[in-house]
């Protein structure tokens, strides 16, 4: 077997083990790299602090110029050895050759070593800061697919091209779970469940490297935030979160587990902190966890600031030098400094006077210049023209329709008001009818994602894509592109031109926004847009939803009053037109929500809870159920067909030790038009020593149907499907009897050891 291949064997293997539970995954005897090692003898102290040393972008580069008298200074005198970011917009691929040519001309040239800079990217959902590139959903609409292939295919798109504007490591995927819908950063996470998220997470880390990191289609990818960053008790961005030791590895861990397996590069490290410890001030989480137990042998670097940030934020270290020596020796193996040289004015003094021993600096500088050699840079650091023959390739563009497509979610459909007909008259109205941002969200071309103007050109708005699909004379709108105009949520427009319309199509939601400055109180969609939809209602005319979020808004007040519901998500460069091929029946929706939509901003209580929260003491002493309640449960997803499930069929009653489970189900559309179906099996554990959830994911596989067909669909479980964290934190599956469940199909079985 060729190696390449060989590995992707074993990244595969791993993986299952790491979904499913083969037991512990022995971790193999490290060999080091000669010649790393050879490199690592010839390096001063100062140079290899310069190696852990990352700058930003906008240190070296002000008003669109390279400042060539500060990148010397950063890479003679300071030994930088890798920088980061766009300073401020995008770049066309000529000009990102042009800067990384210039930056790796002076560190092979007039350096005595001739280290490489390793360049690093935030390439969330395509790639995000070149020009004319391709921007799929974000990952809380991939997860809405249920397509892993998907997932995949844009994950390769991205990685060939970013490779092909010159840069080798991007900082994706965020593997934290979305169990907190306030948080800012929900649209970056594959949603509240952790199977879903692991086996997304993986498929992405395994499409970036899979080719061998040398490969003009591979990127190293990034972990990310490594641990338990996306639950902020508050919601707010990088406030602290409280999480047992059972949740946390029962939740937060096993989407990292399947990275690890997957073959991921680096990892980055939580902003935040876990029950009191920054993560990056932590051995127990950086060494006793991640190198440990999951045997990560890759570079670990720290994001923005989040060194110094020990000491002004978390107020663990009593001086901005403490923070340093905290963090490098709990495990931070580079700095995202990224603004100035404090990083390496510290570190220098702090091994000189023995606070750090240079046996860790050693051990931190060996896997950066491990990444560089294994990435081509010693070979070739430059742009590489095999590389730009990958970029902007046509079938992106469909690829990117495709996942919006199959992301999009219908959530409500009263009286069949979907699919409209293309000879309606349609009155759209709302701060995203004709706004970009609002169908990309963050990391799109810009940081916020919020900059019009920064789009590629032929990139449609909802207003374009619908007066491209039935003509401007059959479209009554005023809207603009500035989010917040007044216009846009004008209810005297609605009332006075409703008598012209058919249907009235609201475009709501989100602006576009990125990190903390998202940040809500409450999730309760704005005043403004409530009062449009009522307004809209008040008319009597049909009234459909198209909600471009990225996170679930409240909308609970209105949603009965409203005919149908469509949840873009942010679906990227191809979304507007995706949402017309929904809207007027050219393609049949499919996406299932991938978290709980919550019913109110106080009441977010997610699909896998415990028995005792779907009860409701709503008078005293009177207990009925209730207490679960949302929106719409995670899975909802109307198609403009019908499904129905035949009987459930196990192979045994009682599944023993190692065996296999097999179930199958036969699925049929009831309906008249074809339509493609994520059949998802749950599992429930009856009693078990740990309170159990109500479901569990544990298996889904989309199946394409025609009309008046059907299809069976097989799955196998075998005992770890059936594991829990015990009170011990440790993985077991307990004798006793279990439900499964697909659809409204349910069947009891056994297990015993």
């Known amino acids: 077997m060729k190696p390449l291949l060989l590995q992707k064997y074993i990244f595969s293997i791993l993986s ?110 395509g790639t995000s800061y070149t020009k004319n590139s391709t921007l799929f959903p974000h990952n809380i609409g991939m997860a809405a697919t249920r397509n892993q292939e998907l997932v995949s295919k844009g994950a390769k798109t991205t990685a060939m091209e970013v490779r092909a504007s010159g840069i080798r490591w991007n900082f994706d995927p965020t593997l934290g779970i979305g169990r907190q819908p306030l948080w800012s950063r929900f649209e970056e996470t594959y949603g509240e469940d952790v199977y879903l998220t692991s086996l997304m997470g993986g498929a992405a880390v395994n499409a970036y490297e899979e080719d061998g990191l040398k490969s003009p289609t591979a990127v190293a990818s990034c972990m990310k935030h490594f641990l338990g960053y996306s ?49 990056h001030a932590s051995s127990y989480y950086l060494q006793d966890i991640l190198r440990d ?64 021993s240079e046996e860790r600096i050693d051990e931190a500088v060996y896997r950066i210049l491990k990444l560089k050699f294994d990435l081509g840079l010693f070979d070739n650091a430059y742009p590489e023209k095999e590389a730009v023959a990958n970029f902007g390739k046509p079938e992106y563009a469909e690829l990117a329709l495709n996942a919006a497509l199959e992301s999009i979610t219908l959530l409500k459909n009263k009286d069949n008001i979907l699919p409209l007909t293309k000879k309606s008259k349609v009155l759209l109205v709302g701060p995203g009818a004709h706004n970009i941002g609002a169908l990309h969200g963050s990391w799109s071309y810009t940081w916020q994602g919020d900059n019009e103007a920064a789009y590629n050109e032929n990139t449609q708005t909802l207003k374009d894509a619908l007066e491209a699909k039935i003509g401007e004379k059959q479209v009554i709108t005023n809207a603009v592109s500035n989010y917040m105009a007044a216009s846009n949520t004008s209810t005297s427009f609605v009332k006075n031109n409703a008598n012209r319309a058919d249907v009235i199509l609201l475009a709501i939601g989100e602006k576009s926004y990125a990190e903390s400055p998202g940040g809500i109180d409450d999730l309760t969609l704005d005043p403004n847009q409530i009062a449009l939809v009522e307004s809209a209602v008040a008319t009597g005319k049909p009234v459909v939803l198209l909600l471009a979020q990225g996170r679930p808004r409240i909308i609970s007040s209105i949603e009965p009053k409203v005919n149908g519901i469509l949840n873009l998500y942010r679906p990227g460069c191809e979304g507007a037109k995706a949402t017309m091929e929904i809207l007027f029946g050219d393609y049949n929706p499919n996406g299932r929500l991938p978290y709980t939509y919550p019913k109110n901003t106080g009441d977010v209580i997610l699909y896998d809870r415990k028995n005792s929260e779907n009860f409701k003491e709503s008078e005293p002493d009177t207990y009925g159920l209730g207490g679960f309640s949302p929106q719409w449960p995670f899975g909802h997803g109307l198609s403009y067909t019908t499904f129905s499930y035949g009987d459930l069929k196990l192979d045994k009653t009682t599944l023993s030790g190692n065996e296999q489970l097999n179930v199958s189900i036969t699925v049929n559309n009831t309906g008249d038009r074809d339509g493609q179906v994520a059949v998802e099996l749950y599992v429930c554990d009856l009693f078990a020593s740990i309170t159990p959830n109500e479901k569990r994911l544990k298996k889904f596989k989309k199946v394409e149907i025609k009309k008046g067909g059907s299809a069976q669909v097989d799955f196998q479980l075998a005992k770890s499907d059936l594991s829990f964290i015990n009170q011990n934190s440790k993985r077991v599956t307990e004798e006793g009897e279990f439900k499964l469940m697909i659809g409204d199909q349910k069947e009891n079985f056994f297990y015993k050891n």
């Open 231 to 279: 639950t902020p008790l508050s919601g707010k961005d990088r406030t602290p979160a409280y999480i047992p030791d059972v949740q946390l590895r029962e939740y937060y861990l096993p989407p990292f587990e399947a990275a690890v397996a997957n073959g991921t590069s680096t990892v980055m490290i939580n902003s935040g902190e876990v029950n009191g410890v920054p993560v």
């Open 293 to 356: 137990e999951l045997g990560f042998e890759g570079l670990a670097v720290s994001d923005w600031e989040d060194i110094i940030r020990l000491h002004i934020r978390h107020k663990v270290a009593a001086t901005p030098k403490e923070a340093v020596k905290i963090a490098v020796n709990a495990g931070v193996d580079m700095s995202m400094v990224p603004l100035d040289y404090s990083f390496y004015d510290y570190l220098v003094e702090l091994v000189n006077e023995g606070e750090v």
């Open 16 to 125: 299952i083990c790491v979904l499913y539970g083969c037991g512990s995954i022995s971790k193999p005897e490290v060999h080091k790299d000669q010649k790393v090692l050879d490199l690592l003898d010839q390096l001063t102290l100062e140079q290899k602090v310069g190696q852990m040393t990352q700058i930003t972008l906008g240190k070296i580069h002000e008003n669109g110029q390279l400042n060539t008298k500060d990148l010397r200074y950063a890479i003679l005198e300071k030994n930088v050895g890798s920088i980061i970011n766009v300073n401020g917009t995008p770049l066309a691929l000529e000009e990102w050759h042009e800067l990384l040519t210039n930056i790796q001309d002076i560190a092979l040239n007039e350096t005595q070593l001739k280290i490489p800079i390793l360049y690093g990217i935030d390439a969330i959902h």
